[in-house]
């Protein structure tokens, strides 16, 4: 087998662990195989005929995994940020959703919307597609040719959708997701299926049970919503009498963590038992602190979840979330948990950069296996950024120059991007 090996040189930085970054300036990062070869000052006998590419100064960072967004709602991104969740679900996310019936509809929107993530921050995504196979596919086959790593699910919903978007019984529901996953079989190298139940609000029990035996018997992981919204969760104690909470209504039905691998994302007001579950069951918890501000949801108690050990990592939830940028999740992040501190809870202190880089490289990336890092051994995820633009009339360290690109950059500063080892721009 051909060796694919080549080195970037330039500013490197990356997580250590959650408290520390490491930076390593006029240094090699090595790629072999698509996978991390080890981070050098000098490059080692071994790798010294090997392909260089020299970025000068520019910093070279881990990729960013967007643990939790909605392809479809791109098109509409801000826009009815003035509303709440239930309101904006029923009045613009469902209507819009229900377009992707028309699959020359969803090739303009998604389109649009796998160019924007390809110039992204994004390396690896775990992605809501709607509950319309022929869209999901067509999202599918143009996430695989853009290069990134995702995971896409095919939404079900068989219940409190709109008449336009819902499907007709769990028996359907179930049926066409199984004709999804035998669909794609085989059809991708880099692009993954994920089961994905709206939310309870959205699943009868009876789909429930057939997401959990097509779980088993595929061995996919499961994404969806959890504790989100005060009115969300009081409809879920309804819908759900017999569930002791929200996350016991997925647990229910073998879709919460354990041996299913889980992303709920927000988890903005998970009960003391709930949390416990979620450590217990190792289940992954996607922060979108844009998309909580913006449709009024709260703040998750980050920090807690941090000291708990709990896998935290970052979400966009376009389009509850306008920007698609993990930069602007990362500020986000820091942002929302200061408000957090200073008018909720003082004794929890508010989320550091080091943090927040790392929930949103290795915290997110880790759901994909050894992703987010540089140590030896992890999958060559690369982002190149250049901040000559970002002027400063002062010596700043190495350190502050990745800070102000958290709060100051945009994709005019991604000059290059590599997942898995290829070189996507
Ligand atoms: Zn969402």
Redesign the pocket.
Known sequence: MKKDLFALKGTICYSKNQKELVFHEDSYVVCENGLCAGVFSQLPDEYKSIPVEDMGDRLIIPGFTDL???APQYAYRGTGMDLELLDWLNTITFPQEARYADLDYAKKAYSIFVDDLKHSFTTRACI?ATLHRPATELLMDMLEESGLATMVGKVNMDRNGAPELQEESAQASAQDTRQWLEEIKGRYCHTYPILTPRFTPSCTDELMTELGKIQREYHIPVQS?LSENFGEIAWVKDLCPTSRFYGDAYDMFGLFGGACPTIM?HCVHSTDEEIQMIKDQGVYIAH?PE?NTDIASGIAPIRRYLDLGLHVGLGT?VA?GFSLSMFRAIADTIQVSKLRWRLMDQSQAPVTLEEAFYMATIGGGSFFGKAGSFEKGYEFDALILDDAGIRHPQEISTRDRLERLVYLSDDRNLVGKYVQGRKVI
Request: glycine share 10%; net charge negative.
């Open positions: 939790h967004l909605h809501f919503h994302a979108c998309s939830d509850g």
